[in-house]
């Protein structure tokens, strides 16, 4: 099957352009938004790597490829926001690359579209800016996809090696991968299904099937011996390049220091001996035999727990549902209402339109639809993030649909049908205004506002930023205790827990979230007070409290952050320190309404 495009150096030079303007995009300001709770959870952790050296994977944390990249940059370039979202732009940024290798399915336009909505999509744009490993997951299962498509058609047997590499990774970003092969196998019995329905050129689908079974049989009858062992040892050498890959990212660095991350019990009589085994395993310092079967102790207990938890040990309820699918309709409808109603168009286009229907296009469909209520319902808190899951296969009946456009645009233009080409170009405005405005806006602009629906609820405000920057600076200036954080008597905001594994240990670190994250990678010395009588004699620079917003609705403080109060007992000896308000979350807080940071810039 030949490359249809190819030959048209408009396509490459389209799709290109486009892949630039996506990195572009992604870059573009990448540090300036505050990281969101889950972005600076796995920082966090990633810090703790680096400085550490110890690595094994936990599911809570998700897949470790997003952890193994960071750690390499931050080793680098060191810790910053930017640095910490680096690998989820540049995967999302590349994305629209993947449409080259479907060009031989697609015509020039639809291969230009489908790099479009990969390229410009604001919710594929808005969490290409976030670190998290949806889009990773996404789009590496992209790329193994088009991948293994381009060896069914017989572009060579390299392909299946880049797809069973691809496929490795998108395991080794999310533990939703196997969701991905799910999905694929579904979408591929309908497909399946519409052969059988048409078998066309036979007189009932059975005698199709017939026909099938008896040309496998004779293509094995043909194939066997030395050319059939070749193709079997090439899928024995595509699964282990997918092993390779795993092992490389799941394998312990360190040892395993927490015996609940093994899938074993203490019923077991070796449990000890594994236990201890395992604490020193790793990639480069144990034997091949205790690296492999402690990565595969961890990879089941990691796996069996994300499949717990999606497949009902802790069940949604039908309200839990609702909500998530109601929100991910509003983010489809906000921000890809027309790359759905293409998809409708892309997928009316084939399956009725008359002649021999692209079956590429129907399971892309499929894939894409089941995914938006199977996400709802396996998903353990609602967000935007999920959509992306299925926004990326939707995007190729998408571009088959802005293909009907595109080509009746052009039949328009040879016709000098001035009618059908203003049709076709009130489309074309709506769709890159529709886009156009989703990114100023919902990426841009309100990228931590809560009437965005692609904010979820534990990003905090904005205004964060401001605090945190100050506060940075002036720990830089100063020796001995940076930061004092102070509770009120709010045990979420200082538990006190000083032997915690995480730092600062006093805070209440995941209430806190992403305080913690700034703190430790800037290495800012913190200590912490719960009452009145545990404050110093003299404060540090740097003040941190918890803030309660004294308006009738929490989120009026992000106008009115004069309406934040700290704990009573604090605020007078703070006289001359700058004061940063913000709200903790987008709305509000889960333990308190915000946090107060004052800073002491007298001596600047």
Same mark, same amino acid.
């Given at each position: 099957?030949?490359?249809?495009?190819?030959?048209?150096?408009?396509?490459?030079?389209?799709?290109?352009?486009?892949?630039?303007?996506?990195?572009?995009?992604?870059?573009?300001?990448?540090?300036?938004?505050?990281?969101?709770?889950?972005?600076?959870?796995?920082?966090?952790?990633?810090?703790?790597?680096?400085?550490?050296?110890?690595?094994?994977?936990?599911?809570?944390?998700?897949?470790?490829?997003?952890?193994?990249?960071?750690?390499?940059?931050?080793?680098?370039?060191?810790?910053?926001?930017?640095?910490?979202?680096?690998?989820?732009?540049?995967?999302?940024?590349?994305?629209?690359?993947?449409?080259?290798?479907?060009?031989?399915?697609?015509?020039?336009?639809?291969?230009?579209?489908?790099?479009?909505?990969?390229?410009?999509?604001?919710?594929?744009?808005?969490?290409?800016?976030?670190?998290?490993?949806?889009?990773?997951?996404?789009?590496?299962?992209?790329?193994?996809?088009?991948?293994?498509?381009?060896?069914?058609?017989?572009?060579?047997?390299?392909?299946?090696?880049?797809?069973?590499?691809?496929?490795?990774?998108?395991?080794?970003?999310?533990?939703?991968?196997?969701?991905?092969?799910?999905?694929?196998?579904?979408?591929?019995?309908?497909?399946?299904?519409?052969?059988?329905?048409?078998?066309?050129?036979?007189?009932?689908?059975?005698?199709?099937?017939?026909?099938?079974?008896?040309?496998?049989?004779?293509?094995?009858?043909?194939?066997?011996?030395?050319?059939?062992?070749?193709?079997?040892?090439?899928?024995?050498?595509?699964?282990?390049?997918?092993?390779?890959?795993?092992?490389?990212?799941?394998?312990?660095?360190?040892?395993?220091?927490?015996?609940?991350?093994?899938?074993?019990?203490?019923?077991?009589?070796?449990?000890?001996?594994?236990?201890?085994?395992?604490?020193?395993?790793?990639?480069?310092?144990?034997?091949?035999?205790?690296?492999?079967?402690?990565?595969?102790?961890?990879?089941?207990?990691?796996?069996?727990?994300?499949?717990?938890?999606?497949?009902?040990?802790?069940?949604?309820?039908?309200?839990?549902?609702?909500?998530?699918?109601?929100?991910?309709?509003?983010?489809?409808?906000?921000?890809?209402?027309?790359?759905?109603?293409?998809?409708?168009?892309?997928?009316?286009?084939?399956?009725?339109?008359?002649?021999?229907?692209?079956?590429?296009?129907?399971?892309?469909?499929?894939?894409?639809?089941?995914?938006?209520?199977?996400?709802?319902?396996?998903?353990?808190?609602?967000?935007?993030?999920?959509?992306?899951?299925?926004?990326?296969?939707?995007?190729?009946?998408?571009?088959?649909?802005?293909?009907?456009?595109?080509?009746?645009?052009?039949?328009?233009?040879?016709?000098?049908?001035?009618?059908?080409?203003?049709?076709?170009?009130?489309?074309?405005?709506?769709?890159?205004?529709?886009?156009?405005?989703?990114?100023?806006?919902?990426?841009?602009?309100?990228?931590?506002?809560?009437?965005?629906?692609?904010?979820?609820?534990?990003?905090?405000?904005?205004?964060?930023?401001?605090?945190?920057?100050?506060?940075?600076?002036?720990?830089? $200036?100063?020796?001995?205790?940076?930061?004092?954080?102070?509770?009120?008597?709010?045990?979420?905001?200082?538990?006190?827990?000083?032997?915690?594994?995480?730092?600062?240990?006093?805070?209440?670190?995941?209430?806190?979230?992403?305080?913690?994250?700034?703190?430790?990678?800037?290495?800012?010395?913190?200590?912490?007070?719960?009452?009145?009588?545990?404050?110093?004699?003299?404060?540090?620079?740097?003040?941190?409290?918890?803030?309660?917003?004294?308006?009738? $609705?929490?989120?009026?403080?992000?106008?009115?952050?004069?309406?934040?109060?700290?704990?009573?007992?604090?605020?007078?000896?703070?006289?001359?320190?700058?004061?940063?308000?913000?709200?903790?979350?987008?709305?509000?807080?889960?333990?308190?309404?915000?946090?107060?940071?004052?800073?002491?810039?007298?001596?600047?």
């Amino acid at each position: 099957m030949p490359d249809r495009s190819l030959s048209d150096d408009r396509v490459l030079v389209a799709v290109l352009a486009l892949t630039a303007l996506a990195l572009v995009a992604r870059f573009a300001l990448l540090g300036h938004r505050i990281m969101h709770f889950d972005e600076a959870r796995v920082a966090y952790w990633v810090y703790n790597y680096a400085e550490t050296g110890q690595f094994h994977y936990r599911s809570i944390i998700h897949g470790p490829f997003i952890q193994h990249a960071d750690a390499a940059l931050f080793g680098l370039f060191g810790y910053s926001d930017f640095i910490a979202r680096l690998p989820v732009a540049v995967v999302g940024g590349l994305l629209p690359l993947c449409a080259l290798w479907l060009r031989h399915r697609l015509t020039g336009g639809e291969t230009v579209a489908l790099a479009f909505f990969l390229a410009a999509n604001p919710v594929l744009l808005y969490f290409g800016r976030f670190m998290r490993s949806t889009l990773l997951v996404a789009g590496f299962c992209l790329l193994a996809f088009v991948a293994f498509v381009r060896w069914y058609d017989g572009f060579g047997v390299e392909y299946l090696y880049v797809g069973s590499g691809a496929l490795a990774l998108g395991f080794a970003s999310k533990e939703n991968a196997l969701v991905y092969v799910l999905c694929w196998l579904g979408a591929g019995a309908l497909v399946v299904h519409h052969k059988v329905a048409a078998h066309r050129g036979y007189d009932s689908g059975t005698a199709w099937v017939a026909d099938r079974l008896f040309g496998l049989r004779s293509w094995l009858q043909q194939t066997w011996g030395p050319r059939l062992a070749g193709h079997v040892g090439h899928l024995v050498g595509a699964a282990l390049v997918f092993v390779a890959v795993m092992v490389f990212f799941f394998a312990p660095r360190g040892g395993v220091t927490a015996a609940g991350d093994l899938a074993i019990t203490p019923a077991n009589p070796n449990y000890d001996a594994v236990v201890e085994q395992c604490r020193t395993a790793g990639l480069y310092s144990s034997s091949p035999g205790t690296t492999l079967r402690c990565t595969w102790l961890t990879v089941q207990e990691g796996f069996g727990s994300w499949l717990s938890k999606s497949g009902g040990s802790d069940p949604r309820t039908l309200v839990a549902v609702a909500g998530q699918l109601e929100l991910s309709m509003q983010v489809i409808v906000g921000y890809a209402g027309s790359l759905f109603l293409l998809a409708l168009v892309g997928f009316v286009r084939e399956r009725y339109g008359g002649g021999r229907p692209r079956l590429l296009v129907l399971a892309c469909l499929y894939w894409g639809l089941v995914s938006i209520p199977g996400y709802a319902i396996g998903t353990d808190i609602n967000n935007a993030w999920i959509v992306v899951n299925a926004l990326v296969p939707l995007a190729i009946p998408a571009a088959v649909g802005a293909g009907l456009f595109i080509d009746a645009g052009r039949d328009a233009l040879e016709r000098d049908d001035d009618t059908s080409l203003a049709i076709v170009g009130v489309v074309a405005l709506v769709l890159l205004a529709s886009v156009g405005t989703g990114v100023a806006t919902g990426v841009y602009t309100d990228a931590t506002e809560p009437d965005n629906s692609l904010v979820q609820f534990a990003q905090p405000s904005q205004d964060m930023r401001p605090a945190v920057s100050a506060a940075l600076e002036s720990a830089a $200036r100063t020796e001995g205790t940076d930061l004092l954080a102070y509770s009120g008597g709010n045990s979420n905001f200082v538990d006190g827990a000083e032997s915690a594994p995480r730092e600062p240990a006093c805070l209440g670190w995941f209430s806190t979230l992403p305080l913690g994250w700034y703190l430790s990678a800037h290495d800012v010395a913190t200590d912490c007070a719960s009452q009145p009588g545990e404050l110093p004699d003299e404060l540090p620079s740097v003040v941190v409290v918890p803030g309660d917003c004294t308006l009738e $609705r929490t989120v009026d403080c992000r106008e009115n952050d004069s309406a934040m109060v700290p704990p009573e007992d604090i605020e007078p000896r703070l006289d001359g320190y700058e004061r940063y308000p913000f709200l903790h979350r987008s709305t509000g807080g889960n333990d308190f309404d915000g946090m107060i940071v004052y800073v002491d810039n007298r001596n600047a």
